[in-house]
């Protein structure tokens, strides 16, 4: 994946308040990294999609992080995890998460244990 963007970006992306997206991080809706000169925290912009009502957080991300997290990953591993190509899958975890294939993905995930 090379699209990433800030937190300021992605507020602005999804149309809602610094504060806001930084909730849906602590709440693991989202998931970032530190990344950079001055070390910001960035996302991957995959993780947010066109809805019906304009963009919105892709709801699948949220579930996949559980997974990995609790098989003790660090955020900065998971978000290399979901942006590095898997060839059980053909594509990235988050691609394919965005493509529809949640349960294949999650099976994946559960093999990092």
């Known amino acids: 994946m090379s699209e990433w963007l800030s937190v300021p970006e992605c507020a602005e992306a999804l149309g809602v308040p610094l504060s806001r997206v ?4 602590r709440e693991r809706h989202l998931i970032a990294t ?3 000169d001055n070390n910001a925290l960035y ?3 995959g993780q947010i999609v066109d809805g019906d ?4 957080v892709l709801a699948t ?5 559980t997974v990995l997290a609790d098989a003790g ?6 978000v290399e995890w979901l942006t590095t190509t898997h060839d059980e899958l053909a594509a ?4 394919a998460l965005r493509s529809g ?3 294949p993905v999650r099976r994946l995930a559960q093999t990092v244990f």
């Open 22 to 25: 930084r909730e849906l991080l």
């Open 34 to 36: 530190r990344r950079g």
């Open 43 to 45: 996302l991957p912009a």
């Open 53 to 56: 009502d304009g963009p919105e």
């Open 61 to 65: 991300v949220r579930g996949t992080v």
């Open 73 to 78: 990953l660090s955020d900065d591993v998971i």
């Open 92 to 95: 990235t975890p988050l691609d």
């Open 101 to 103: 294939k949640r349960a």
